[in-house]
């Protein structure tokens, strides 16, 4: 599997990069390629371009409904709709993209797009996470996590790209410390992992982990590397990777905007 950061700022695109959106890739047994969107935050549909032709994804899986992580789904459903080589209206036909998200993904859509009520959302197939997706050889199992508004993280796992057999990427989305996330990233071969608040500056609980409790959520996880994400644009990275340094003895490092890890 390959992970790519299409953006990993936090709460907000920052000056340096959108907001949260990755891409995950893995090959099946026939050689086929297998691609599937995490998160299309704020900004994110832009560079999103540069590495994937958008209406070839094969999946789009939103970990919940802020606007840092859902809101460019407007600019794909434009994208899919009107798009005038690779649009449904170009080609005559609807492909309908499969989407999974919290309950209110369609509605909140089409209130931010602006829909009519007689209009629907016929470029995506919207569904729930109400149990693991299967993606080709990728599957998503979601979990359930603790954030202020309906949320997950997702574990996916899938063939390996530098061994045999699977491996595993859990992605937290947004969190606080949980048993939810440390058993979404139970031995987790990559766990990108959100850090977005800083130790006694930010003192809110139930919204977002710190550097220090990322580095002991991956330390109780038996996470086998970090990658720490979400940071927000005011935030020091070195202060960051500090704290998760201090409670996580394995690798970790902090996102970049078209970094692409391989496990
Ligand atoms: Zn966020
Ligand atoms: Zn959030």
């Given at each position: 599997?390959?992970?790519?950061?299409?953006?990993?700022?936090?709460?907000?695109?920052?000056?340096?990069?959108?907001?949260?959106?990755?891409?995950?890739?893995?090959?099946?047994?026939?050689?086929?390629?297998?691609?599937?969107?995490?998160?299309?935050?704020?900004?994110?549909?832009?560079?999103?371009?540069?590495?994937?032709?958008?209406?070839?994804?094969?999946?789009?899986?939103?970990?919940?409904?802020?606007?840092?992580?859902?809101?460019?789904?407007?600019?794909?459903?434009?994208?899919?709709?009107?798009?005038?080589?690779?649009?449904?209206?170009?080609?005559?036909?609807?492909?309908?993209?499969?989407?999974?998200?919290?309950?209110?993904?369609?509605?909140?859509?089409?209130?931010?797009?602006?829909?009519?009520?007689?209009?629907?959302?016929?470029?995506?197939?919207?569904?729930?996470?109400?149990?693991?997706?299967?993606?080709?050889?990728?599957?998503?199992?979601?979990?359930?996590?603790d954030?202020?508004?309906?949320?997950?993280?997702?574990?996916?796992?899938?063939?390996?790209?530098?061994?045999?057999?699977?491996?595993?990427?859990?992605?937290?989305?947004?969190t606080d410390a949980c048993?939810?996330i440390v058993?979404?990233?139970?031995?987790?071969?990559?766990?990108?992992?959100?850090?977005?608040?800083?130790?006694?500056?930010?003192?809110?609980?139930?919204?977002?982990l710190?550097?220090?409790r990322a580095?002991e959520v991956?330390?109780?996880?038996?996470?086998?590397?970090?990658?720490?994400?979400?940071?927000?644009?005011?935030?020091?990275?070195?202060?960051?990777?500090?704290?998760?340094?201090?409670?996580?003895?394995?690798?970790?490092?902090?996102?970049?905007?078209?970094?692409?890890?391989?496990?």
């Amino acid at each position: 599997m390959r992970l790519t950061v299409v953006g990993c700022s936090g709460s907000m695109a920052g000056p340096q990069s959108p907001a949260s959106s990755y891409l995950v890739s893995a090959d099946d047994a026939d050689g086929r390629t297998w691609t599937v969107l995490l998160d299309l935050g704020s900004g994110a549909f832009g560079p999103l371009q540069s590495y994937v032709e958008p209406s070839s994804l094969d999946a789009v899986a939103i970990t919940h409904l802020h606007p840092d992580h859902y809101i460019d789904l407007c600019g794909l459903y434009v994208y899919l709709r009107y798009h005038p080589e690779h649009g449904q209206d170009a080609r005559g036909t609807c492909r309908r993209m499969p989407v999974r998200g919290p309950a209110a993904t369609d509605e909140r859509v089409g209130v931010a797009f602006g829909l009519g009520e007689a209009e629907c959302l016929c470029c995506f197939d919207l569904g729930t996470w109400d149990q693991p997706w299967q993606v080709g050889p990728l599957t998503i199992e979601p979990y359930a996590v603790d954030h202020p508004v309906e949320a997950y993280a997702l574990r996916i796992t899938g063939p390996s790209d530098t061994g045999d057999g699977d491996v595993t990427i859990t992605y937290s989305g947004d969190t606080d410390a949980c048993d939810a996330i440390v058993d979404a990233a139970r031995g987790a071969d990559l766990f990108l992992v959100e850090a977005a608040f800083q130790e006694d500056r930010d003192e809110a609980r139930g919204i977002h982990l710190t550097g220090r409790r990322a580095g002991e959520v991956a330390t109780a996880a038996g996470a086998r590397r970090a990658v720490l994400t979400h940071l927000q644009p005011w935030t020091s990275p070195d202060v960051i990777l500090a704290e998760a340094r201090g409670t996580y003895a394995g690798p970790v490092d902090l996102a970049r905007p078209g970094e692409t890890y391989v496990v």
